[in-house]
């Protein structure tokens, strides 16, 4: 029961932590988009886009093997693992400077040339992080890691404001990029217990080698589900003679793609760090591990339908709302966003129970088979298919990656497929109905449209997923419990004062 208390504990703190720094994204992203033009806007998502590149091709995710391994807390095996981030992070400046050229001229974007080249900041902040916050993680500490990732989206929240306001165009989002990257690294050495240090060991090297390099492969894959499909909105022009995707296009496709992606970006990021480690510990009892992994996949799905529904009901309202007319297009395709990223949020479960079963091969996999979608994209962007065609490709290629993963999960892991029926099913009639209730065009009446129309589709997607999964309801009302606890004791000591 403690041990259950305090996973529930961590999940509150997770919680508090992602839901502030994805206020901060999102009201940066509002602030920027709404001070710049869309077509600014989309070479400021192309910014972060190239970074995420250099980050992806080269990422050993050694700062994952330190949760996962048993001798993860060992100080040498964290030195290796701090001398491989600082590899990695002068390469990419390194790459990212000499490459500046290039990716702004593919992009229409030469005026923009010296941007680029300042991303080579980005990686270059990253290279000298510690990763002391990420070792404590193995004992369910997440405190410091919150500390620091909420610390530094606050700094680039705060800083958006005065440097849209200053620059007018892409330059405010770069360096609000090298406010949040800097702050990182800095956090990440105020929270340590240990000395910052680097060495060579070649045994951990070569372990975190066979670790990370189906995640390297992985990453590269991940890239081009994640930001493949603005490379080929922003590139489409260059590439194909067919072709009628403009800077703005990419800017308005990218605000839909930021907005659909926050609540997504929250759940993925808490599961993530929170389940890895709880399913680590019980990869070793079959039966126990089973019984984890669908009650976590029952929360998840509810928290994907959730995520997704008011998107599919009233997102286009959402987004001319909050960034202006101006993005008013995107209605036309953030629905189908919203339903990728709900499809992409249940596939997290069933990767990180492969993943802490030693597995990162699954998660390759399933990506290649996601990545599939990118061909559809290029089909579209070459024959002058709208944008609803490159969202639509990527919910197919989501779903069918899901399918990828559960079924490996079941051959190479023993772990049923039966027990993921109930809430996958419940999940996919919410999205129908929620389909449905947008097909009369609620959204036409403004707010209480967009807003009753969501909330009605929610109340009926959560009753039949607490109806149909009586457990999950008992794990709804445990985690209630927990989050209440310190306000109830703060209670009452004050009624005994």
Same mark, same amino acid.
């Given at each position: 029961?403690?041990?259950?208390?305090?996973?529930?504990?961590?999940?509150v703190?997770? =919680?508090?932590?992602?839901?502030?720094?994805?206020?901060?994204?999102f *009201?940066?992203?509002?602030? @920027?988009?709404?001070?710049?033009?869309?077509?600014?806007?989309g @070479?400021?998502?192309?910014?972060?886009?190239a970074?995420?590149?250099?980050?992806?091709?080269?990422?050993?995710?050694?700062?994952?093997?330190?949760?996962?391994?048993?001798?993860?807390?060992?100080?040498?095996?964290?030195?290796?693992?701090q001398l491989?981030?600082?590899?990695?992070?002068l390469?990419n400046?390194?790459?990212?400077? *000499?490459?500046?050229?290039?990716?702004?001229?593919?992009f229409?974007?030469?005026?923009?040339?010296?941007?680029?080249?300042?991303?080579?900041? &980005?990686?270059?902040a990253?290279?000298?992080?510690?990763?002391?916050?990420?070792?404590?993680?193995?004992?369910?500490?997440?405190g410091?890691?919150?500390l620091?990732?909420?610390?530094?989206?606050v700094?680039?929240?705060?800083?958006?404001?005065?440097?849209?306001?200053?620059?007018?165009?892409?330059w405010?989002m770069?360096?609000?990029?090298v406010?949040q990257?800097?702050?990182?690294?800095?956090?990440?050495?105020?929270?340590?217990?240990?000395?910052?240090?680097?060495?060579?060991?070649?045994?951990?090297?070569?372990?975190?080698?066979?670790?990370?390099?189906?995640?390297?492969?992985?990453g590269?894959?991940?890239?081009?589900?994640?930001?493949?499909?603005?490379m080929?909105?922003?590139?489409?022009?260059?590439?194909f003679?067919?072709?009628? #995707?403009?800077?703005?296009?990419?800017?308005? #496709?990218?605000?839909?793609?930021?907005?659909?992606?926050?609540?997504a970006t929250?759940? @993925?990021?808490l599961?993530?760090?929170?389940?890895?480690?709880?399913?680590?510990?019980?990869?070793?009892?079959?039966?126990?591990f089973?019984?984890?992994?669908?009650?976590?996949?029952?929360?998840?799905?509810?928290?994907a339908a959730?995520?997704?529904?008011?998107?599919?009901?009233?997102?286009?309202?959402v *987004?001319?709302f909050?960034?202006?007319?101006?993005?008013?297009?995107?209605?036309?395709?953030?629905?189908?966003?919203?339903?990728?990223?709900?499809v992409?949020?249940?596939?997290t479960?069933?990767t990180l129970?492969a993943?802490?079963?030693?597995?990162?091969?699954?998660?390759m996999?399933?990506?290649?088979?996601?990545?599939?979608?990118l061909?559809?994209m290029?089909l579209?962007?070459?024959?002058?298919?709208?944008?609803?065609w490159?969202s639509?490709?990527g919910?197919?290629?989501?779903?069918?990656?899901?399918?990828?993963?559960?079924?490996?999960?079941?051959r190479?892991?023993?772990?049923?497929l039966?027990?993921?029926?109930?809430?996958?099913?419940v999940?996919?009639? =919410?999205?129908?109905?929620?389909?449905?209730?947008?097909?009369?065009?609620?959204e036409?009446?403004?707010?209480a449209?967009?807003?009753?129309g969501s909330l009605?589709?929610l109340?009926?997607?959560?009753?039949a997923? *607490?109806?149909?999964?009586p457990e999950?309801?008992?794990?709804?009302?445990?985690?209630?419990?927990?989050? &209440?606890?310190?306000?109830?004791?703060?209670?009452k000591?004050?009624?005994?004062v």
């Amino acid at each position: 029961m403690k041990g259950h208390s305090h996973i529930l504990s961590g999940a509150v703190k997770l =919680g508090a932590g992602q839901v502030t720094t994805q206020v901060c994204a999102f *009201v940066r992203s509002v602030i @920027i988009a709404r001070l710049i033009s869309p077509a600014d806007y989309g @070479i400021a998502a192309v910014f972060f886009t190239a970074f995420v590149l250099m980050q992806q091709i080269s990422d050993l995710a050694a700062d994952k093997l330190l949760i996962q391994a048993k001798d993860g807390d060992d100080p040498a095996f964290q030195r290796s693992a701090q001398l491989l981030m600082l590899v990695r992070g002068l390469s990419n400046a390194t790459v990212l400077f *000499v490459l500046a050229g290039p990716f702004s001229r593919l992009f229409g974007a030469p005026q923009a040339v010296w941007a680029f080249r300042c991303l080579a900041l &980005l990686p270059l902040a990253r290279a000298f992080i510690h990763l002391d916050m990420n070792r404590m993680q193995r004992h369910l500490r997440f405190g410091p890691a919150v500390l620091v990732d909420v610390s530094a989206n606050v700094l680039a929240a705060l800083a958006a404001l005065p440097l849209a306001l200053w620059f007018r165009n892409y330059w405010a989002m770069m360096l609000v990029l090298v406010v949040q990257q800097g702050s990182i690294s800095l956090g990440s050495h105020l929270v340590a217990e240990r000395r910052y240090g680097v060495a060579w060991n070649r045994d951990y090297a070569k372990r975190m080698f066979h670790f990370g390099w189906p995640l390297l492969i992985n990453g590269l894959l991940l890239y081009g589900i994640m930001e493949g499909d603005r490379m080929v909105i922003g590139s489409a022009k260059r590439l194909f003679a067919g072709s009628t #995707y403009t800077l703005t296009d990419l800017g308005i #496709y990218s605000v839909a793609f930021s907005i659909s992606y926050a609540p997504a970006t929250l759940i @993925i990021n808490l599961t993530g760090t929170l389940f890895l480690p709880v399913l680590s510990r019980v990869k070793e009892a079959l039966a126990h591990f089973e019984k984890t992994y669908l009650r976590c996949l029952n929360s998840v799905s509810l928290l994907a339908a959730m995520s997704a529904i008011p998107f599919i009901v009233g997102g286009g309202w959402v *987004v001319s709302f909050v960034y202006g007319q101006k993005y008013a297009a995107a209605g036309g395709f953030i629905g189908w966003l919203g339903a990728m990223w709900g499809v992409r949020i249940i596939r997290t479960v069933p990767t990180l129970a492969a993943v802490a079963q030693g597995d990162t091969k699954t998660s390759m996999v399933s990506n290649i088979v996601r990545s599939l979608a990118l061909l559809g994209m290029v089909l579209a962007a070459a024959t002058g298919a709208g944008l609803a065609w490159i969202s639509i490709s990527g919910f197919c290629g989501e779903s069918l990656a899901l399918g990828m993963v559960l079924w490996r999960l079941k051959r190479l892991h023993a772990v049923p497929l039966a027990g993921c029926f109930k809430p996958l099913a419940v999940f996919g009639l =919410g999205m129908v109905l929620a389909s449905a209730v947008s097909a009369t065009r609620i959204e036409s009446f403004g707010a209480a449209g967009a807003l009753l129309g969501s909330l009605a589709v929610l109340a009926a997607t959560f009753l039949a997923m *607490v109806l149909v999964i009586p457990e999950l309801g008992l794990d709804l009302r445990a985690a209630i419990t927990t989050a &209440l606890s310190p306000l109830r004791a703060n209670v009452k000591v004050a009624t005994q004062v």
